[in-house]
């Protein structure tokens, strides 16, 4: 029986090997027995007891073996289990008791105890791990919801915090477009030239977007003063936003006070035509810009062809970009809705060579008749006439004589270019309703 425990609790790291050595003994035995029985049968008169009892220890030893063995293997000896585990086997040997048992064993009514235990403790982290998971639910619910309980609690409030949130996607959607756009016209050797027309109304327009929207979005990112700044932003959103932030109402209401503002100095600028007419009564052209300047104060406007005949007196003396007063420079800056800045004058020259360019572009696209109607209103607007209340017909047909001049025009004649808002929309009745109209802005 020692040697059985032995085997079984010093070498199970070789349990295989031991295993099949165990097996062979058994055969052996078996084998040693089965002739030991044959042999003994004829000789049983005369028994011989010293021969008798070797054979008998080894049967019983090997018995021995091979039941511990069987005990062993099918329980799955391991090291790693508690060594107060029981054996899943069928035996009721006093081996297999002995081979269990260890001397850091519970008392079985301890091991009840903890059998007791056992199911009221699962029961109570059972309940905790549904509550935690019941809490987690409804909070990462409300989370996910939270906006729908401020828009009901709050709508106008959400309103405003949807329009604004849409607004910054749009502005920044259009600033990654507006970079792209200024790396073309950097690195080709065409420049602005390669560009086609929407990219140079982006180009234009963006710049002016950026320094105008710069405060509301640095105000509203900052921790204490964006609260207070938020509200104030809505509130004056033609002063502080761009067309981004503005609902589908502002994009129409808007458009039109600024196109107000900006026909309210036509009449200005011609005061400031008709001051300098003087000063070049000895140009060779002089006759003929008189006659076109009658034809403005007379209610009708002069022809392309006409325009283009005059064009050298704008390319010197008062009627240049750098010899008209800054009395007269200051209202082409506001009729061309451009920001007040200290140079205006470089202002008005990058300004009149981007819609000359946006011209040319145009004619390269197949003409003013393929834009869509959006972009007919659009470059209307840009060039100083209110599309409102115009189709389609009469929009392309004033952009073609804007179009005819412009393509025509050099350098050396750009305030020619500038003052062409007067010099074909002067008169023109829309312009004159938007002005003399009384609505409210």
């Known amino acids: 029986m ?27 035995d078996s084998g040693q027995k089965s002739n030991y029985s044959t042999q003994e049968q004829p000789k049983m008169s005369a028994p011989k007891p010293m021969d008798t009892t070797p054979p008998q220890i080894k049967r019983n030893v090997a018995a021995e073996i091979t039941s511990v063995g069987k005990v062993i293997y099918e329980a799955g000896w ?11 086997t069928g035996t009721t040997s006093d081996t297999s008791t002995r081979v269990e ?5 519970d008392s079985p009514d301890r091991n009840n105890k903890d059998k007791d235990r056992e199911p009221q403790k699962s029961k109570r982290e059972q309940m905790r791990d ?22 009901k609690n709050f709508p106008k409030a959400m309103q405003l915090y949807r329009a604004f949130f849409d607004g910054v996607k749009d502005f920044f959607a259009d600033m990654k477009r507006f970079l792209k756009v200024a790396r073309i016209a ?17 180009y234009m327009q963006m710049p002016r977007d950026m320094m105008k929207v710069a405060p509301a979005l640095i105000g509203c990112s900052l921790p204490m003063v964006g609260y207070a700044f938020f509200p104030l932003v809505f509130y004056y959103p033609r002063t502080f936003l761009t067309a981004h932030f503005w609902t589908p109402e502002q994009r129409i209401e808007f458009p039109s006070y600024f196109m107000k503002r900006r026909l309210q100095c036509n009449k200005s600028v011609l005061r400031c035509l008709q001051a300098k007419l003087k000063s070049v009564a000895g140009h060779h052209k002089h006759a003929e810009f008189e006659c076109i300047l009658g034809q403005l104060g007379s209610g009708t406007h002069p022809t392309p062809e006409a325009l283009i005949a005059v064009k050298d007196i704008f390319a010197e003396g008062p009627y240049s970009l750098l010899g008209m007063s800054r009395r007269h420079v200051k209202c082409l800056v506001k009729m061309h809705g451009l920001p007040n800045s200290l140079f205006k004058r470089h202002r008005l020259h990058e300004h009149a060579f981007l819609v000359h360019y946006m011209d040319l572009a ?47 025009v050099q350098g050396e004649h750009i305030t020619l270019f500038l003052h062409l808002p007067i010099l074909l929309g002067y008169n023109h009745p829309n312009n004159w309703k938007t002005i003399y109209c009384k609505k409210d802005s």
């Open 362 to 408: 145009i004619t390269r696209e197949g003409g003013v008749h393929n834009l869509s109607l959006p972009a007919l209103r659009y470059s209307c607007y840009l060039r100083g006439l209110n599309p409102d209340n115009l189709n389609a017909e009469q929009m392309i047909e004033w952009l073609r004589n804007w179009v005819k001049v412009s393509t025509l």
């Open 130 to 151: 549904d509550m935690q998971d019941y809490i987690f639910a409804r909070y990462f619910n409300y989370v996910k919801n939270y906006d729908k309980v401020l828009e």
């Open 186 to 202: 950097n690195d080709s050797p065409q420049g602005i030239r390669a560009l086609n027309r929407q990219e140079l109304e982006l």
């Open 2 to 28: 020692a040697l059985a425990l032995r085997v079984a609790a010093g070498h199970w790291s070789r349990w295989p090997q031991e295993r099949r050595r165990l097996v062979r003994l058994c055969s052996t």
């Open 101 to 105: 048992s260890t001397p850091g064993d």
């Open 78 to 88: 391991d090291e790693k289990k508690a060594k107060g585990s029981q054996p899943k």
